[in-house]
Nanobody, 124 residues
């Protein structure tokens, strides 16, 4: 199995992008998915999670109110809608099968998949 992200690109400040995280070889129905990002010179950070048990979500303060995560069960995909993008959102974005509890997002949890990443650049 694998996760594949898509939808990254170059966008001006204030613009929007929608990232996709599509699974193959396994179902996302019972898997929590976390989205992470890593900017140059910085550690990877977890920005949001959508749980599998109740579908609840967690957003880091840095993206709350601007980013929205959703599931498409039919297409075995999780989407990340990013609005009001800022230059500080520039990073490589990854999705991963995750364990999410409280404000903590642990990527790589069973079944243990990470996507390859997609670059998001916010610049004028």
């Amino acid at each position: 199995g694998q996760l594949v992200e898509s939808g990254g690109g170059l966008v001006q400040p204030g613009g929007s992008l929608r990232l996709s995280c599509t699974a193959s070889g396994f179902s996302l129905d019972n898997v929590a998915i976390g989205w992470f990002r890593q900017a140059p010179g910085l550690e990877r950070e977890g920005v949001l999670c959508i749980r599998s048990d109740d579908g609840s979500t967690y957003y880091a303060d840095s993206v709350k109110g601007r980013f929205t995560v959703s599931r498409d069960y039919r297409n075995n995909t999780v989407y990340l809608q990013m609005n009001s993008l800022r230059p500080e959102d520039t990073a490589i974005y990854y999705c991963s099968t995750s364990w999410c509890i409280g404000t903590k997002i642990y990527g790589g949890s069973s079944p243990g998949y990470w996507g390859q990443g997609t670059q998001v650049t916010v610049s004028s």
